[in-house]
């Protein structure tokens, strides 16, 4: 139909990577109003309907061929608006994303599909009449009996049942199919109100959460540096039970693996409310409750990961980010953005405080500190009596290895599990060797489809020498018996995984528990919170990737034993060396947390390296100090920034292609940016497709802004980039 020029139209967003906006006739009958922008609109898109979201309303593009009618508004006010919505623009301008993707991205599921927004009211259980009469022939001592007594005189919430009663939801399933149960709204309560610390904060912590609780209704990053059990969640808490006293609601964000039932506990003892939850293992429904709870303005604390920081806050009082270093905040897919820099944007927006916590800050968050933008507090001892572990260094050269092992760390672990104590054996290598080689001919098992440093990569070893398993592409194949050089038999893995650590450990201690905790064996949060409760305080060994650097607090880990840390210190990433300085802390903090003296074997072959000298010596800061003057000597990140093109195709002309082009049409606009490459990737090719990158430099953000802003459109105009797959990621934190 040919637009009618005196009708406004829908300007919608939909959740496609196209940088536009198209225009809709309003559904039949539907007025529009400045309402309008902000809710979410069902659409016909050439054969399909798509849920988008109305970005503006306007006068009709008088060049449109034809305007279609949108099928149906599907809110009666808008979903975003206010803030949020401003943030979403931002991120969608700031990460040249389009708008579509980022709302999108910000929203539950279910919401995104279009469907109505869910019941926000609290769950709970209670005994009918049937069950209140039926009670006494229950057996006594079973769980089903435990929730029914639990549950007898009034409604008891899920959440309640969730902390005191392990398996409820089945025994309240059985109670339910005996008419003896029924699960009730209730009222949100207001909850008991905030219990009292547990512990009395000692004088650093309460330094710190007076800093937060002062900056009360106004902008004002903290930077929270403090050792490993120094007790930043208790400064957090602190914080968060004045902000929700005030009648304003908290965001918390935590890391993928932070969020523990052990962390939740602790928090809604501490808060004594229900505090909501938002993370990718929820259900949809659950997700939309949660996210739809805090933007009416219900929910008072939120806790959740990466995703939760497009949350709308209309109450908000406070921002957290615990363990604000972590990779996981970055989105390395489809909208780039990093939680943490967001959470800082948001702040601003909302004029609230922002915490930033973690033991080993990002150098970007450090230098923001020692600039004065950031209040700068620090715990320097750890809070619980506990003294810092202490760390040696086993020099590996000439040493005889039983599994990686070296005979100190055979010694030390034998003697922790004697006292009755555990140990976490640390290797950032799944499978059972890195190599398949063979020592007749130097052969080794290579991945077909992927290359780096124009050699394939090689297949690790995996199912006690069957299996050969790329890590990069996935690709997998039966390890061969003979060599297919030169028919030798002398194929042996070389290095050790996680699981040929295991196996020597199960041979060495026969009689210990033993578990090990990689993606092989542990795939979700949950199957980690059940490896973590069935060892419990019993002695044992954990082995592990760096699944194991943090999360469940495991107070008898007295001996962290870090297996080969070499490939860390020279790899080509500049943000490698804090990477590793990082994970080595943050995995030594998990020795000794509860009074008992905690030890680190550090297992190397260079324990003359720069890296570790500092480390040792001084500790983070140290390390700290150190690399953000190599960084401000390259003009690097914190004191420069980057964006990455990154660009793949089967075929290297295409890619060669798209490059040049996407090079050509590049205007930096002012002589501080400047554009490098097309560079290979680290890895030149990875499942059967060349990669290769153009880096984007500059020391004035804005300037760099400004060039991308100019150049996106372009990209999306090249004939080439029909050919290539490829994305624009501001400030990386992956060069690969
Ligand atoms: P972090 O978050 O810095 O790793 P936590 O807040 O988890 O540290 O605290 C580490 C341990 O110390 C916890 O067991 C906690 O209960 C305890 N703790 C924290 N603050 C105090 C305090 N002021 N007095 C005694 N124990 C404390
Ligand atoms: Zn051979
Ligand atoms: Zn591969």
Known sequence: MPPNPTEAVLRVVLPLPLPRAFDYLPPEGHAIDPGTVGCRVRVPFGTRELVGFVDAIGPPDSDAPEVRRAIAVLDREPLLHGEMLATLRWTARYYQAPLGEVVATAMPASLRNGDALPETCVFGWVLTEAGRTGIAGLRRGTRTRALADRIAASPVEEAALDDGLDGWRVAARALARRGYAERVALAPAPGAGPAASVAVLNPAQRAAADAAIAAHGSFQPLLLEGVTGSGKTEVYLEAIADCIARGRQA?????????TPQMLRRFRARLGFAVHVLHSGLADGERARAWTAMARGEGRVLVGTR?????PLPDAGLIVVDEEHDASYKQQDGVRYHARDLALVRAKALAVPVVLGSATPSLESLQHAIAGRYLHLQL??????????VVRVVDMRKRVLEGGLSKDAIDAIAATLERGEQVLVFRNRRGY?????????GWSARCARCDAASKGMAM??????????CHHCGARRPAPRACPDCGGLALHPQGEGTERIEEALAARFPGATLLRIDRGTTRHRDALEKHFADIGDRPGILVGTQMLAKGHDLPNLTLVCVVGVDEGLFSADFRAPEKLAQLLVQVSGRAGRAGKPGQVLLQTHHPDH???????GGGYPAFAALELAQREAAAFPPYGYLALLRAEAPREDALREFLADAKAAFEPGDAAVAIHGPLPAPMPRRAGRMRAQLHLHSVKRPALQAALAAWMPRLYELKSQRKARWSLDVDPVELA
């Open 307 to 311: 995703s939760a920081i497009f949350t």
């Open 380 to 389: 320097r001892r750890r809070a619980a009596e506990a003294a810092p572990p």
């Open 251 to 259: 965001l918390v964000l935590v890391p993928e693996i932070g969020l």
């Open 610 to 616: 720069p890296l570790l000298a500092t480390l040792l």
């Open 433 to 441: 060797a890195p190599v398949l080689l063979c020592h007749d001919c």
């Open 460 to 469: 690790t070893v995996h199912g006690n020498g069957r299996t050969l398993l």
